[in-house]
């Protein structure tokens, strides 16, 4: 069976804490960062993004160390990003143990970024971050600094570039949905699925079972999930059922993988 929907946990991280907040903001300590990646990868999890959330604003980042630990437990893709600014930034993380980088502002910055690193490892492990605020009806600006910062830039002009300059993947991140459970910005991503031919990751405002349905109708190939996982609102075993009974085109559950 081919498998078109990754269900992909997020975990923002600041300091040594998993943490979540509300539009980027208002951020709360959930625990342990291992503890939580290593549950998500034993229920079920496809993949994991690890995102130092103040990394940008520090101009470094500190997931080295957490990345050695659950790498040595997890078996599935790491991606990690946060502050990643340089090609030796990038061989930190992999070397580390991620298999992918996500890199937002500093791409932004200097967007030969992009093709520095797709040329060097390969576009696969090229994700480019993308914080999108909408700024009127089928119109978004891309943020930077973990939603902190405007940038002026039209975000489907920015995707083609990003496309263009060598990237394997987007994470699209809705600023104004994220951590609201009030569903993905559908229009968002359906115009992004429109616009560039690359596997897309829906992340912010997972609240419901049936927002899987709704984001899988734009062409999205993965969906990023923190807060019902966080919060033990639900389960991954318990959304990939409900994916597969709505008829979404997910990996089951299978039990528990060996540790």
Wanted: aromatic content about 6%; proline content about 3%; overall charge neutral.
């Amino acid at each position: 069976m081919t498998v078109n929907l990754r269900m992909i946990a997020r975990l923002d991280i600041k300091g040594a804490n998993l943490i979540k907040g509300i539009h980027l903001e208002g951020l709360r300590v959930v625990g342990d960062p291992h503890v939580h990646a290593v549950n998500y990868y034993a229920t079920g999890a496809d993949e994991l993004v690890f995102m130092d959330i103040v990394a940008s604003l520090y101009q470094r980042n500190n997931l080295s160390e957490i990345i050695k630990r659950v790498a040595d437990k997890i078996y599935i893709p790491i991606t990690v990003g946060g502050g990643i600014r340089s090609l030796d930034n990038v061989s930190q993380m992999m070397h580390s143990g991620a298999d992918k980088v996500s890199i937002n502002t500093a791409a932004i910055e200097r967007p030969q970024l992009i093709t520095e690193v797709a040329n060097r490892y390969g576009s696969q492990c090229m994700v480019v971050g993308v914080e999108a605020k909408r700024v009127a009806p089928g119109r978004w600006e891309a943020y930077t600094n973990n939603g902190r910062e405007r940038t002026g830039i039209d975000v489907l002009e920015w995707v083609k570039q990003v496309a263009d300059r060598g990237a394997g993947e987007i994470m699209i991140t809705s600023v104004d949905q994220e951590g609201t459970r009030k569903g993905f910005d559908i229009a968002l991503l359906q115009t992004v699925c429109d616009t560039v031919n690359l596997p897309i990751i829906a992340s912010g405002g997972f609240g419901k079972v049936e927002d899987l349905s709704l984001s899988a109708q734009t062409g999205v190939s993965g969906i990023a999930i923190a807060d019902a996982l966080h919060w033990g609102r639900m389960s991954l075993p318990f959304i990939k059922a409900q994916a597969l009974q709505a008829g979404l085109d997910v990996r089951p559950f299978s039990g528990v993988p060996a540790l």
